[in-house]
Nanobody
């Protein structure tokens, strides 16, 4: 049974920082591309950042470039999202995603962690 468990969310003032963690179990973590998404009330789910399994290359949404950093620790089955210079518009539920394609698509989601940035 695959589980992705996010942690680290909370309430922070504008300009502050948070670090989110997502720990996976029940899968071979090192083989999965890991991503963070976010969803604000009334808005579509948005891809925030991705880190690949092969070469750890990263991509970011334009709205978070230069402020957020995604990283992974395969020994701990954990992916992180360091969020700096937070803005009120970063307020959302942040969800962890594990994705892999081998003959078919394997994709798994965490339950999400709330991030609230006050102005």
């Amino acid at each position: 049974q695959v589980q992705l468990v996010e942690s680290g969310g909370g309430l922070v003032q504008s300009g502050g920082s948070l670090r989110l963690s997502c720990t996976a179990s029940g899968l071979t973590f090192s083989r999965y591309t890991m991503s963070w998404y976010r969803q604000a009330p009334g808005k579509e789910r948005e891809l925030v950042a991705t880190i690949t399994s092969a070469d750890y290359s990263t991509t970011y949404a334009d709205s978070v470039k230069g402020r957020f950093t995604i990283s992974r620790d395969n020994a701990k089955n954990t992916v992180y999202l360091q969020m700096n210079s937070l803005k009120p518009e970063d307020t959302a539920v942040y969800l962890c995603n594990a994705d892999r394609f081998t003959f078919r698509q394997y994709t798994y989601w965490g339950q999400g962690t709330q991030v609230t940035v006050s102005s």
